[in-house]
């Protein structure tokens, strides 16, 4: 796992709420991204970020929304535009076109 | 979009016995890069192989790549139990900036 963290392990949404995960890392990398995972399957890229204050939607972006204030950190907000958030969720982060290096994981459910 | 296709999706195999798994993709690419994933967690990074490189090792591990039949396989030596896992190829494509994945080869060695 690295350097990069991400809380909570796991995270219960009710009907309507928005909820954010939690992504650091402590290894001075520019680049930070945001993947979903569904069960059975591989990642599929919700938004990256190659700069601070500055990010770009992946293939799924539709129903989350990100921030990059720090070079350290690029929380995730699941809003409730998304409809079928239940899934495990992953952030890495690397050198741009370099290896990315994943935190734990955040396997979120709905109530 | 899964760019990376891996081939079979599922193997199982006699501990040590070798295991081999393959990875197709569609478009060109600057690197190509290999995940473990145990279930439930993050993913842990195993090989990274450039465009211009045709074969990499690591410890146990064999990674050819071949550009003109855009395809990647990866060799396991001698396994192991605790080589139970899935298994991604994820491909560093030019023109974008973050990993596509493919769908995973679930390994599952037997002692």
């Known amino acids: 796992d690295g350097g990069i963290t991400q809380s909570p392990k796991y995270l219960f949404r009710k009907e309507g709420q928005n909820v954010t995960l939690s992504c650091e890392q402590n290894?001075?990398?520019?680049?930070m991204y945001w993947y979903r995972q569904d069960p059975g399957q591989g990642l599929r890229l919700i938004y990256y970020?190659?700069?601070?204050?500055?990010?770009q939607k992946g293939d799924i972006a539709e129903g989350y929304s990100v921030s990059r204030e720090k070079k350290e950190s690029f929380p995730l907000t699941v809003t409730s535009a998304q409809k079928n958030p239940t899934a495990f969720y992953l952030c890495?982060?690397?050198?741009?076109?370099?290896?990315?290096?994943f935190g734990p994981g955040t396997r979120l459910l709905v109530l | 979009s899964q760019q990376g296709e891996e081939d079979p999706q599922a193997l199982s195999i006699q501990e040590g016995e070798n295991a081999t798994m393959n990875c197709s993709y569609k478009?060109?690419?600057?690197?190509l890069q290999w995940y473990r994933q145990n279930s439930g967690r993050g993913l842990v990074h195993l090989i990274l192989?450039?465009?211009?490189?045709r074969e990499k090792h690591s410890g146990r591990l064999r990674v050819t790549l071949d550009t003109s039949k855009k395809s990647s396989s990866l060799l396991i030596t001698a396994s192991r139990a605790a080589d139970t896992a899935s298994y991604f190829c994820?491909?560093?494509?030019?023109?974008?900036?973050?990993?596509?994945f493919g769908s995973g080869t679930r390994l599952q060695v037997q002692p």
């Open positions: 478009t060109s690419i600057n690197n």
């Open positions: 192989i450039r465009s211009n490189e």
């Open positions: 290894l001075n990398h520019d680049a």
């Open positions: 890495a982060s690397s050198i741009p076109g370099e290896t990315q290096y």
């Open positions: 970020s190659q700069i601070v204050n500055d990010f």
């Open positions: 994820a491909t560093d494509a030019a023109g974008r900036r973050a990993l596509t």
